[in-house]
């Protein structure tokens, strides 16, 4: 029973992740898109942690949902916010 409710939520995170993907992929505004590819870099920890890796977790979780947003963040401050056509 626990494996089944594992795979099941592996499967969520999994999807969840694709779609955060997608959406990151073709939003136009950049703190937006920012904010979708950190929650699919959660998302990529969750998985990780249910696959029991917490080496890579600890490693993953400050440089890919914290670090690189911040920078991203900062950067997109410093630019225009909206890409245009």
């Known amino acids: 029973m626990i494996e089944v409710f594992t795979l099941a939520f592996l499967m969520l995170v999994s999807v969840a ?4 993907a997608y959406l ?3 939003e136009r505004d ?3 898109a ?3 590819s950190a929650i699919q ?3 990529y920890a969750l998985i990780f942690y249910v696959l029991m890796a917490p080496d890579i977790v600890l490693v993953y979780i400050p440089v ?4 690189t947003p911040a920078v991203l963040l900062f950067v997109t401050k410093k630019t ?3 890409d245009g056509d």
């Open 64 to 67: 890919s949902v914290g670090i």
């Open 17 to 20: 992740s694709v779609v955060a």
């Open 34 to 36: 920012i904010v979708y």
């Open 41 to 43: 870099s959660a998302m």
């Open 24 to 26: 990151a992929i073709r």
């Open 80 to 82: 225009e916010r909206y």
């Open 30 to 32: 950049m703190v937006k």
